[in-house]
Antibody, heavy 117, light 112 residues
Framework: EVQLVESGGGLVKPGRSLRLSCTASGFTFGDYAMSWFRQAPGKGLEWVGFIRSKAYGGTTEYAASVKGRFTISRDDSKSIAYLQMNSLKTEDTAVYYC????????WGQGTLVTVSS | QSVLTQPPSASGTPGQRVTISCSGSSSNIGSNYVYWYQQLPGTAPKLLIYRNNQRPSGVPDRFSGSKSGTSASLAISGLRSEDEADYYCAAWDDSLSGPEWVFGGGTKLTVL
């Protein structure tokens, strides 16, 4: 069964950092691009960014709202995608989802990140 | 303010056919595929339609997608109570600052 499990969410103060992990199973992780999306409480979906597979250079793309603060990386040997979030702002409070492919054919259950003093 | 425009709400009775519209521009819907997601209350989104009109395995053929110019639509026929959910459209946007994945604001579907 194809599965994605996010972890690492929690309460963090503005300006601090947090790293989320997305552990994949049930498919050959290295063959796929992986994406991150988020959803603020009571709001719609927002794209955060994605990382291409190594076959396509392993390069990344980010939303303007997080560019320069967030970094997506991957460890194909462990089937894990990471979202490193620096200089967090209160408006980054959201449930963060990781997905397979750039368009998300499979989604994880999400992990809540709360940025508050 | 979302880049793609959807009606905030839609409704129908069981068995009816309902359509949800999604309007964009030449830089997103007009030049890229459209995707649709269903989000049941309290759950993660689920891919419903990809590449304008393709259904992932397991998605009933009651759900169909179409695209024309800079607009797209999701149609749900034979409406069922379990279809009550939020629906989002999305597409890549070829913006000058780099490609961005953009969403509609979501449509809350109520089954009366």
């Amino acid at each position: 069964e194809v599965q994605l499990v996010e972890s690492g969410g929690g309460l963090v103060k503005p300006g601090r950092s947090l790293r989320l992990s997305c552990t994949a199973s049930g498919f050959t992780f290295g063959d796929y691009a992986m994406s991150w999306f988020r959803q603020a409480p009571g709001k719609g979906l927002e794209w955060v960014g994605f990382i291409r597979s190594k076959a396509y250079g392993g390069t990344t793309e980010y939303a303007a709202s997080v560019k320069g603060r967030f970094t997506i990386s991957r460890d194909d040997s462990k089937s894990i995608a990471y979202l490193q979030m620096n200089s967090l702002k209160t408006e980054d409070t959201a449930v963060y989802y990781c997905t397979r492919y750039d368009y998300g054919d499979v989604w994880g259950q999400g992990t809540l990140v709360t940025v508050s003093s | 303010q979302s880049v793609l425009t959807q009606p905030p709400s839609a409704s129908g009775t069981p068995g009816q056919r309902v359509t949800i519209s999604c309007s964009g521009s030449s830089s997103n819907i007009g030049s890229n595929y459209v995707y649709w997601y269903q989000q049941l209350p309290g759950t993660a989104p689920k891919l419903l339609i990809y590449r304008n009109n393709q259904r992932p395995s397991g998605v009933p053929d009651r759900f169909s997608g179409s695209k024309s110019g800079t607009s797209a639509s999701l149609a749900i026929s034979g409406l069922r109570s379990e279809d009550e959910a939020d629906y989002y459209c999305a597409a890549w946007d070829d913006s000058l600052s780099g490609p961005e994945w953009v969403f509609g604001g979501g449509t809350k579907l109520t089954v009366l």
